[in-house]
């Protein structure tokens, strides 16, 4: 995996940690960016905090981007966050190895859980948005990922974006920190480039220049059907 980092106001989140007089420590987590072809893929990990909910965090393809960037930036400040990222350069070749964007997002939330796991002596509730058609098949897999020995009790569900507010607000800040992965793409090459989904037409033009120029950045995912079915037209 590429990067990784923690984020967010250790003071009042280490007394979360400490004075929590909870038995169980809640962490969301959630990903921006399995789909696209285009950039890297994050997943975030957000410490429960008090009166979470009332910041009316919801799943961030429900808000507008200033409304994203307002949440994670109070987010980050009240507790921990962290936050894993894989290049699009590292998942062409994870599936070059065989391993699916199920089991490459597996892995990247795993190092999130265990992250949280090395921060606390408190057992872990984790809230997850299952990347797989079973759910409790990937609770079980990501449990088994993480490290042995730890007090872990992990609930897996389709849309927990949208039923755990502690989700929520991991699905905003890696959505957060995908957009601005993406803007920096831009700004860096001084071109347009979309959103970096299939179905974006700024998307597909970009491809379409990249490809007839013949030099394909580092930044796009190889191994997606769209950049070989335009490579047929």
């Known amino acids: 995996m590429e990067k990784s ?12 940690l400490s004075e929590s007089g909870k038995k169980w420590l809640e962490i969301g987590i959630d990903e921006a960016g399995r789909g696209p072809v285009l950039g890297s893929m994050f ?3 957000v410490l429960n905090f008090e009166n979470l909910a009332n910041l009316g965090v919801k799943d961030s393809k429900k808000l507008s ?5 307002r949440l994670a930036r109070i987010i980050e400040a009240k507790t ?11 998942i062409d070749k ?8 199920n089991e490459i997002t597996l892995n990247l939330a795993s190092e999130v859980v265990n992250f949280f796991v090395r921060k606390t002596v408190k057992p872990l509730r984790v ?13 079980e897999r990501l449990r088994r990922a993480c490290d042995k020995g730890c007090d872990l009790e992990i609930v897996a569900e389709w849309k927990a974006d949208e039923r755990y507010p502690v989700v929520s607000a991991a699905s905003i800040v890696a959505k957060v920190h995908r957009d601005r992965s993406m803007r920096e793409i831009a700004r860096s090459i001084g071109e347009e480039i979309g959103s970096g989904y299939p179905s974006d037409p700024k998307t597909i033009a970009f491809l379409r220049n990249v490809l007839r120029s013949g030099e394909i950045p580092p930044f796009v995912r190889k191994s997606w059907k769209t950049l070989r079915r335009l490579q047929k037209h």
């Open 5 to 16: 980092g923690e984020k967010g106001g250790d003071v009042k989140a280490n007394a979360i």
């Open 43 to 45: 997943v975030a990990g």
């Open 80 to 90: 921990i966050v962290y936050v894993a990222e894989i290049s699009a350069e590292q």
């Open 94 to 101: 994870e599936r070059e190895k065989g391993r699916t964007m």
């Open 65 to 69: 981007c200033w409304r994203r960037e």
């Open 127 to 139: 809230f997850v948005d299952a990347a797989d058609v079973k759910p409790a098949r990937f609770a």
